[in-house]
């Protein structure tokens, strides 16, 4: 009977397991091509994701911030691109293109990509979305810095009309405030990325070999042909200029006022190391304390480019209390500060008003703006985490970070100490008994 | 009797031949004819003609063997196919991994279910031999198997170590960096042999390529050999160990069942419920794939594989000597050596040796489950022996120093026990054993959800990602 009994529950069971299998098999197989199709557009997500990291760290100091392409260097974001075969774009980047300032980027050719890298970027090009990659690359702190175009100073400009062939000299100074002083910088000084061209040794060079340059590049470099968008005049205007601008008045061609481009999460990234690092002497609201002038004044945000303030919080201020912080932060970081800064423009008040510390009275009368060591988080970005186990700051830092009591920790805490202690009890009160023989013949 | 008419014998047709090769007449419908038929088949001879009716408790198994071998069968079918689809190169693994999960028809599936089921294996594996352990199983005569069990073991283990690294994704990379860094600490031959196996300083094309040749030739062939012996060796050591009977029980004759059907049909059953639970968790969790594998980008914190853990948590408290060589080889060797350790027959079959047993084995757990989370905070936070003794070798102070911490209080609990409990050798190398597994898996569990970046303690849920 009780025989019986089990061989029917056991064979129901069998016919159910086999139901299942045949059921969901079949249910699986409906849903397979759509499956598909889900997994391959992730696919396709996934590698846009990673391209667009790729892009921000390899292409965007030339081709720009959206793809939008830098002085000579094409746009990406160009439709005539998307129509393109895959081996044509994939041959492009791999190897480069000949007589342009375009490298070879597989590793097989010495780049720094491997293949895969290589197959995601041209994923980027025919699929990608330029404005979420711009963001990535300003979140990245990797945005191309190159002043794009400038205008002369009008004044140093009238000025050279009196030179000998004024007229020429000028057409050269406006060509090169748009077209050369992204790469070769303010007065032609030179920046990282392209040689000074106001400078005795090129001066020295012969006309026919700086035309040379200009009309057909200087291959293996970023330098490329110019006789596309230049005509044979502009040309030689530009190798006069070059040969001549021992004469022209410094600071005609100024340094542009290029804003370092945020967004939201570089907002949020620059709010948090202001909070930690500089609200502390700069004020919270960087309306200044005794310690530090203020920074949210219309005064000092009106002259001072992005570019300016940079430059004061990665070198500080020498003989004053401005440290360098530029061994401290990354570059991203230091930009995601100035972004912050620099949104207080709209709204700073003429005259600063510094906070001051205390008041007096009892506590609770007491100016509470003024912030205290208390206050303040502990020093720290989000990438200085990373750090040995042993560190004993770090783990005194784990420690804080996680004693915060909630419901999932007593819950943890309660089950494993209540299991373990009536497995303990259980073991021990069952000890004590006197043990039923029938076990152990 | 008539005559047959002098008719032509009609000669079966060929297809009649095959079915009659292939399909036996009829299932035989007496004992003696079922007992036939395990007799005369490879495949069935691993199993006796007649099996004793108690050994085909549910209970008694929870026919884990078993589901270990339907495992390694779904594990070489999926196998199979997945080698179709594979090529173990550099980067290209990968992008023949994502081709599986979305471009090829099952491929996702196909892929889910080796990888679930290359887990399970390891749990499965791992219960096994717990049951064998706790039931007295591996005394002898049954030490042979015991010792082929935990070879075969240790094979799973290596296999799903070397498929781990096949997807080529960050997580295979640095999982597999991970767990072979560990190899460099063998005494003198340590970098060598680090070199040999990852066929250069780093994982690389060549460990991907070595990986693949060990995951589908030379493991897959011994654990093919040794399963085979494995279950013969059940059959040959007398089937399923059973409890000795009392004095006045010896009489009565065990009642015994033909193995047709009984022991086939539940055999059956058990392999369709299983194959149904695997196949519909394999289609509801994909396995995981991450990026492709960048040497340059380590996550942080970089794990091994989930069943190295433990090891990986030890290594933080010891010596990379004593946590990654010598603690391990030791465990390894008692296991080996446990059937040669203490041969008491008395106590065969018997979940737990006694009702001693049964709490001493509650007790160890118990004990272990509170003391290894306290030791670990300790360590964490408090213990610093390297700093305590800064002029002593780091083996004596991050090694000898901490084992005798670890190890003389478990002497003093055996002693108690002993001395207490009046526990016998067996249930002391029970109890002793409990609570050192316990403790490892605890180990185990600490690792995989309670260690952030840094390797720092973390709660499971306030883990801070870190890119």
Redesign the interface.
């Known amino acids: 009977m009780n025989n019986t009994r089990t061989y029917l529950i056991?064979?129901l069971?069998?016919l159910g397991?086999?139901l299942?299998?045949v059921t969901?098999?079949g249910q699986?197989?409906l849903n397979?091509s759509s499956?598909?199709n889900e997994?391959?557009a992730?696919?396709l997500s996934?590698q846009l994701d990673?391209s667009m990291t790729l892009y921000a760290e390899n292409c965007a100091v030339c081709h720009g911030l959206n793809g939008e392409g830098i002085g000579a260097t094409p746009a990406l974001d160009n439709p005539a691109l998307v129509t393109m075969t895959f081996d044509d774009l994939y041959k492009t980047i791999s190897r480069g293109r000949f007589d342009t300032a375009m490298p070879a980027w597989s590793k097989e050719d010495g780049g720094p990509l491997?293949?895969?890298q290589i197959e995601e970027m041209v994923a980027l090009i025919q699929y990608g979305d330029w404005n979420a990659t711009g963001e990535r690359v300003v979140n990245l702190g990797l945005a191309p810095l190159v002043p794009f175009t400038t205008d002369p100073n009008p004044a140093l400009f009238a000025e050279v009309q009196n030179l000998p062939d004024g007229l020429t000299l000028q057409t050269a100074i406006q060509i090169f405030a748009s077209s050369c002083v992204a790469c070769h910088g303010a007065d032609g000084l030179g920046t990282g990325i392209a040689p000074a061209l106001n400078d005795p040794a090129v001066r020295a060079k012969t006309a026919d070999e700086l035309t040379r340059t200009i009309t057909f590049g200087n291959a293996g470099t970023l330098m490329a042909g110019w006789s596309n968008s230049l005509t044979g005049e502009e040309i030689n205007a530009m190798v006069t200029l070059i040969q001549r601008w021992d004469e022209i008045p410094a600071g005609i061609i100024p340094a542009p006022n290029v804003p370092i481009p945020t967004t939201a999460e570089s907002i949020a990234l620059g709010s948090d190391l202001y909070t930690a690092n500089c609200s502390r002497c700069h004020g919270p609201d960087g309306q200044g304390t005794p310690r530090a002038p203020s920074l949210n004044v219309k005064g000092l945000l009106t002259t001072t480019s992005d570019l300016a303030l940079q430059q004061i919080i990665t070198s500080g201020v020498p003989g004053t209390a401005m440290p360098t912080w530029g061994d401290r932060m990354t570059d991203a970081e230091i930009q995601a500060i100035v972004g912050f800064i620099r949104q207080w423009e709209a709204t700073a008040p003429e005259v600063a008003v510094p906070a001051k510390g205390g008041g007096g009275g009892p506590p609770w009368l007491r100016n509470q703006t003024t912030t205290t060591a208390a206050q303040q988080p502990a020093a720290g970005t989000?990438?200085s985490?990373?750090?040995?186990?042993?560190n004993p700051h770090?783990?005194q830092q784990?420690?804080t970070?996680?004693t915060t009591l909630d419901w999932?920790?007593l819950l943890?805490a309660f089950g494993?100490?209540s299991?373990?202690?009536?497995?303990?009890?259980?073991?021990?009160a069952?000890?004590r008994r006197k043990?039923?023989k029938?076990?152990?013949? | 009797m008539t005559e047959p008419t002098p008719q032509p014998n009609p000669e079966p047709s060929m297809i009649d031949r095959m079915r009659e090769r292939l399909v036996p007449d009829a299932m035989p419908s007496d004992d003696r004819g079922r007992m036939r038929m395990v007799m005369d088949s490879l495949v069935l001879h691993i199993h006796p003609a007649k099996v004793e009716a108690s050994t085909l408790k549910w209970t008694y198994t929870w026919g884990l063997g078993g589901l270990a071998g339907l495992l390694m069968t779904i594990l070489g079918l999926t196998g199979i196919v997945l080698i179709n689809n594979y090529t173990p190169a550099a980067p290209q693994a990968y992008l023949d991994i994502l081709e599986l999960n979305s471009n090829v028809w099952f491929g996702e599936l196909i892929r889910n279910l080796h990888h679930w089921s290359a887990n399970l294996l390891i749990v499965v594996s791992v219960l096994h031999l717990i049951r064998v352990f706790v039931t007295g199983a591996y005394r002898p005569p049954r030490e042979l198997n015991w010792l082929i069990g935990v070879a075969m073991l240790l094979l799973v283990i290596g296999a799903n170590f070397t498929g781990y690294l096949l997807p080529w994704d960050q997580l295979a990379y640095w999982a597999i960096t991970v767990g072979t860094s560990i190899i460099s600490y063998v005494p003198l031959i340590g970098n060598w042999l680090s070199r040999l196996i990852l066929g250069g300083p780093e994982v690389g094309a060549n460990t991907l390529l070595n990986f693949y040749s060990m995951h589908i030739s030379f493991i897959p062939l011994l654990i093919f050999g040794l399963m085979s012996y494995h279950f013969w060796r059940v059959r040959k050591d007398g089937g399923l160990t059973l409890p000795k009977k009392a004095e006045s029980d010896s009489q009565v004759k065990p009642e015994r069942v033909t193995t047709i059907p009984h022991l086939i049909r539940r055999e059956f059953i058990f392999a369709i419920v299983w194959i149904a639970i695997i196949l519909v968790f394999a289609m509801l969790v994909p396995a995981p794939l991450e990026g492709i594998a960048n040497p340059d980008i380590s996550p942080n914190p970089a794990k091994a594989p989930w069943y190295f853990m433990g090891l990986q948590e030890l290594l933080l408290h010891f010596h990379p000597l004593f946590g990654a060589i010598i603690l391990p080889g030791l465990a390894i060797l008692a296991v080996f050596l446990l059937p040669f350790f203490d041969i008491n027959l008395t106590s065969v079959g018997v979940y737990f040796r006694s009702q001693r047993g049964r709490s001493l084995t509650l007790l160890g757990i118990g004990l272990a489950l509170i003391a290894t989370p306290i030791w670990v905070v300790l360590d964490e936070y408090v213990l610093n022996w390297n700093a305590w003794l800064p002029t002593w070798d780091m083996l004596i102070s991050n090694g000898l120093i901490p084992l005798a911490v670890v190890l003389l209080p478990l002497i003093f609990l055996d002693e108690w026990i002993y001395k207490t409990f009046r526990a016998d050798t067996e249930e002391r190398v029970l109890f002793i054993a409990t609570f050192l597994f316990t403790a490892f898996i605890v180990l185990t569990i600490i690792g995989i959800f309670f260690r952030g970046p840094g390797m720092s303690l973390y709660w499971p849920w306030a883990i801070p990602t870190i890119h």
């Open positions: 056991e064979a069971i069998g397991a086999t299942i299998i969901t098999l699986y197989m397979e499956r598909i997994a391959q992730k696919v996934a990673e491997s293949d895969y989000s990438n985490t990373a750090g040995q186990a042993n770090q783990t784990a420690v970070q996680t999932r920790i943890l494993a100490l299991i373990s202690f009536t497995l303990i009890f259980l073991g021990v069952s000890l043990p039923p029938m076990d152990k013949a």
